[in-house]
């Protein structure tokens, strides 16, 4: 059984704040409804999000905006370099994941959440040039490249 929500907020795969959504009344009476992340599709909801409508659609139009600065910076940057230990093989002792690409790119003054940034495999474990994908908004992303090599050995 579902049932029709609007949401309060932004929520990850399902929709933007103002949206109307179809979910299942379980998801929407345990979660959605309890975290105030969306109210019941009822008249008296609908004519309070028509009176927010042009504060919700400057809002979104905020976010794009800045998530076109965010792509420009990340592009511009082009390519980060992460140093790790590695043996024979070029093969990593341990990984590069998608928290040192987001701490890599902190540490230039670009601050992205770890679960946007998409690594290819889940984890980097060779040496090597990989393409990464940053999420940013709605189906905006920017790529980066991220360069790993093999750390010096420390006499």
């Not at 933007?16 to 345990?30: I, L, M, P």
């Not at 999000?49 to 998530?67: G, L, N, S, W």
């Not at 940013?136 to 360069?147: F, G, R, S």
């Amino acid at each position: 059984m579902s049932i029709k929500v609007i949401l309060n907020q932004d929520v990850l795969n399902l929709g933007e704040e103002g949206d109307v959504c179809k979910v299942a009344d379980g998801y929407a009476r345990n979660y959605l409804f309890p975290q105030n992340m969306a109210v019941p599709y009822t008249k008296q909801y609908i004519v309070l999000f028509e009176q927010r409508k042009e504060q919700i659609e400057k809002r979104k139009a905020e976010k794009h905006a800045a998530a076109k600065s965010l792509k420009e910076k990340i592009e511009a940057l082009g390519t980060i370099e992460i140093k790790m230990p590695a043996g024979d093989g070029d093969k990593l002792f341990g990984s590069v994941n998608n928290s040192m690409i987001a701490d890599q790119l902190a540490a230039n003054g670009i601050e992205v959440e770890r679960k946007k940034i998409e690594l290819g495999t889940s984890a980097i474990k060779l040496i090597g040039t990989y393409p990464v994908k940053v999420k940013l908004y709605n189906n905006e992303t920017a790529e980066i490249k991220v360069v790993v090599s093999k750390e010096e050995a420390k006499a």
